[in-house]
């Protein structure tokens, strides 16, 4: 038994990188600084398309993209893009409207992720867009400057139609990040990199059935690079993986500076060398090119070799459910050429952002406690207190303007990404004894390590509802499918 599947594993891993990478005619091949024995064919990374004001007109579609040499893979993805969306950029304080054409063969939802709105208007499972349906949320836009996604969440269709490609960054602007001294001028010093992996059939299938894929897509592209100019440049970064969890850094080891987390700026940059980001989480970073040589080259890296046990694609195997060939290992996510500085380039590090308010233990009104349940060999699957998702069950009612403390524990058998709509919070504290300052502004995903509780804390205020509940859920999309998902009602 044991020698099948060594042989099977071998040939599949033979076969699977045997996979020739289609690249766009713009590419060049170099060698990165830490690939210096083989030579990688980069591609330019996709850059979405944006769409501003305030309606703002979607619709989901089958689509295709060339991936591999041989088969066309079929994908979803909104507005005629090849695989994922339009970045939308709104500003807080518009009242927008969006309509969601559903032109596949199949229910969807668009979920605004990250968006403190009513819930009828929040895009989960209970909002559902019918085939040839349109739906058409509208809504005042209350949150901070920060970048956010859309992406389905129909209850047992979410890791399908997200595995196929559906997905869209949002990215808010507000007078006080307009205010500050940050690149923002997108494509340019200011870029969206969504990080997630796909496996591919023989016939370049996306396989929507598995936890982790064997290519990294960065916006959708293969084997990414980009130029950038000899400046501070700014990325905004979102793991829209399934279960895939990256420890990011560069391959020079230097300093970069975290300026963002989910909800809005940091009060200060955070220096840092590494930083894990989980499922659904969206850091923003600053990187400083200015002392770089002109035409020098570094790769933006996933250091995710020798991560602790329960750290989502830290497993060994290279096939299989929960295996792939990214598992385990570091691997680049974006090669990055230093090219000649632009006209209004940033040259420093701002040293402070913004103020932000924050929740104290001592302002909490109500606490309580989910538990990590399911998951165990041949037993149900993951749950929250050993309730599965069901679309008729509340699960918690919350009081409006209650500021609830929420500690979420996890003695279970694997890692996870906690994520809350409706509000964002603050980490009050982690049993590991320490919140890092990474994580340290407003969140509404965070990650739930194995053997691990995280207290958070979050104000319910502005929308109540006695028939509309919000979604509390794992954002591993397999777990949630799987029922890892509850539902709360604020009411007055
Ligand atoms: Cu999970």
Redesign the pocket.
């Known amino acids: 038994m044991k020698l099948y599947f060594g042989i099977f594993g071998l040939i599949f891993f033979v076969f699977s990188c045997t996979k020739e990478i289609v690249t766009t005619p713009t590419s060049n091949t170099s060698a990165g600084n830490t690939n210096s024995n083989t030579s990688i064919t980069y591609s330019n990374l996709w850059i979405p398309p944006t769409l501003s004001g305030t309606t703002f007109n979607l619709s989901l579609d089958k689509s295709t993209k060339q991936f591999f040499s041989g088969s066309i893979t079929n994908t979803y993805a909104y507005n005629g893009a090849n695989f994922w969306g339009p970045t939308l950029i709104m500003n807080k304080g518009d009242q927008v409207q969006i309509n969601v054409k559903n032109n596949l063969n199949e229910t969807t939802t668009s979920h605004w992720h990250g968006f403190h709105i009513p819930a009828e208007m929040d895009g989960g499972p209970h909002q559902e867009i019918l085939a040839s349906t349109t739906w058409s949320p509208n809504f005042k836009v209350m949150n901070n400057a920060a970048t956010y996604w859309y992406h389905p969440h129909l209850h047992e269709l979410t890791a399908k139609q997200v595995s196929m490609g559906a997905g869209g960054l949002i990215i808010i602007k507000d007078p006080e990040e307009a205010a500050l001294a940050l690149p923002r001028t997108y494509g340019v010093d200011d870029i969206p990199v969504v990080l997630t992996s796909r496996k591919f059939t023989s016939t370049n299938v996306i396989d929507f059935s598995t936890a982790y894929g064997d290519y990294l897509l960065t916006n959708g592209t293969l084997n990414a690079q980009i130029s950038l100019p000899k400046q501070v440049v700014r990325f905004r970064i979102l793991n829209a993986e399934i279960e895939r969890g990256y420890n990011l850094g560069f391959s020079d080891n230097r300093t970069f500076y975290i300026i963002a987390n989910d909800g809005g700026l940091l009060d200060n940059p955070v220096p840092v060398t590494r930083v894990p980001l989980v499922v659904g989480e969206r850091i923003e970073i600053l990187l400083d090119l200015s002392n770089d040589a002109l035409g020098s080259s570094l790769d933006f890296k996933a250091y995710n070799a020798n991560l602790p046990q329960g750290f989502g694609g830290s497993e060994p195997a290279q096939s299989g459910q929960f295996g792939s060939l990214l598992n385990n290992k570091d691997f680049p996510v974006l090669h990055i050429n230093v090219a000649a500085t632009n006209t209004s380039p940033m040259l420093a590090i701002p040293s402070t952002l913004v103020k932000n308010t924050t929740l104290a233990a001592t302002d909490a009104t109500n606490s309580r406690m989910l538990m990590v349940t399911g998951g165990q060999p041949n037993g149900p699957a993951?749950s929250f207190n050993n309730s599965t998702f069901n679309h008729q069950t509340i699960n918690q009612t919350v009081k409006l303007n209650a500021v609830e403390k929420w500690t979420i524990m996890n003695n279970n058998v694997?890692g996870?990404?906690f994520h809350i709509h409706d509000v964002q919070f603050k980490i009050l504290s982690r049993s590991s004894g320490s919140v890092g300052l990474h994580e340290s502004g407003w969140k509404d995903t965070v990650y739930l390590p194995v053997g691990q509780s995280v207290t958070i804390i979050a104000k319910f205020d502005d929308f109540a509802s006695d028939k509309y509940p919000f979604m509390y859920h794992?954002?591993?999309a397999n777990?949630?499918d799987g029922g890892?998902m509850g539902q709360f009602l604020v009411v007055p």
């Open positions: 993951f694997f996870h990404s794992c954002h591993f777990h949630e890892m």
